[in-house]
């Protein structure tokens, strides 16, 4: 089969495309012909020697987090069978430890994700499947786990609530969008930013309801603060958007922290932080039971994924290059049929 591989960590050029063996599955394993895999920038991380996940000596390295497509084989005990249209939920967690046991299991303490979807086929849990309803396609499936997933527990987490102010720095991405999108879903109001006007205009159309095209800190800071005071901030972006978003959220009000791409320390105000009562939260994924209420969700017309383009196995790369150039608004997915 082939795999869109890292061969070289320098960037979207460090993409080529392998032969490699066909998977087979073991006991509890699936083989699924890969429809679609959506691309993060946990990926482009990687691709740009910028993780201490992978390094040279793990070349060539396949990525790819979020499967769709169809079941090809099974091995013993499996829970799905040949022919099934199905999602993968990119969580790998240990089973035994505390969080497996009561929940949620996305704090296992030995979490880690799933890769290997930049190919032909892939070889995973068959238990991390989740079957796709007839309305379901995959390439829209796989725009769902990573991005949606991790909105929808910082949503929770945040505790947000119909009516409620939600500030996303950085509203244009697979977070940002998906952060917009459920958020509106919940009945909430949502005010976002970007350094591109034409972003911003398409995420308005995705039920944006305050379009800042702002990325100064200091000017988004006031820039907000017209808008409103927000009850929680979702912040993706880390960096110096991370003491903007404290400093603009209402007292009580509560920030969620999953990403760094803006950089990985901030500082903060620390008398802010206590006497306006305020919550500073990480999260990170969220369960494969989100994963299920997300495809209910599509399923059911109340979730549409934005997908900005797909690109076919062998252009593998010239999507992390959209990526890295910040093109696109929403999800990026590899096609098996481009
Ligand atoms: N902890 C978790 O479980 C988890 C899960 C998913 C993602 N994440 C993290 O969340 C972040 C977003 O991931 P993603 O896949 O959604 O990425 P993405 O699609 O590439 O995000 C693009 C967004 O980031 C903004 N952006 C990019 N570079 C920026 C910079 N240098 N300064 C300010 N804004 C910048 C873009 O703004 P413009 O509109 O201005 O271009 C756009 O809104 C990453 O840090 C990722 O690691 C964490
Ligand atoms: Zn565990």
């Known amino acids: 089969m082939r795999a869109a591989a890292f061969t070289d960590l320098v960037g979207p050029d460090g993409v080529s495309v392998i032969e490699q063996p066909d998977p087979e599955p073991g006991p509890g394993e699936a083989v699924v012909d890969v429809d679609a895999c959506a691309i993060n920038r946990h990926d482009l991380w990687i691709l740009e020697g910028d993780s201490a996940m992978v390094d040279a000596a793990d070349l060539p390295f396949v990525t790819g987090l ?12 499996a829970s799905v069978e040949p022919g099934d249209r199905v999602v993968l939920c990119p969580n790998e967690t240990c089973g035994v430890c505390q969080f497996c046991r009561e929940g949620p299991e996305n704090l296992c303490e030995e979490f880690s994700l799933y890769h290997g979807g930049l190919a032909e086929q892939a ?66 109001r949502t005010v976002g930013t970007s350094s591109s006007a034409t972003k911003l205009a398409r995420v308005e159309e995705l039920g944006l309801d305050h379009a800042l095209d702002v990325t100064d800190p200091d000017a988004m800071r006031a820039a907000v603060a017209d808008v409103g005071e927000p009850d929680a901030v979702l912040n993706h972006l880390g960096g110096p958007y991370t003491a903007v978003g404290l400093d603009v959220l209402r007292r009580g009000g ?15 105000d620390i008398p802010d932080l206590f006497l306006g009562h305020k919550r500073v939260e990480g999260s990170t994924m969220g369960t494969q039971r989100d994963l299920e209420r997300l495809v209910g969700l599509v399923a059911d017309g109340g979730l549409s994924p934005e997908i900005d383009a797909t690109y076919p196995l062998d252009e593998t790369g010239a999507a992390f290059a959209a990526m890295q150039e910040r093109e696109g608004v929403g999800k990026l997915v590899v096609t098996a049929d481009g």
């Not at 969620?256 to 990985?264: I, N, S």
């Open 66 to 77: 979020d499967v769709a497509g169809v079941v090809r084989s099974v091995g013993e005990g």
């Open 123 to 188: 070889l995973v849990a068959a238990d991390r499947l989740v079957a796709l309803p007839d309305g379901v396609d995959t390439t829209t499936a796989a725009a769902l786990p990573t991005a949606y997933m991790t909105a929808f527990h910082m949503l929770r987490r945040a505790d947000v609530g119909p009516g409620d102010l939600v500030f996303v720095p950085g509203a244009t991405g697979g977070v940002g969008v998906a952060s917009v999108q459920l958020a509106d879903a919940m009945g909430a």
């Open 254 to 268: 509560r920030m969620v922290v999953c990403g760094r791409t803006a950089g990985g320390s901030s500082e903060i």
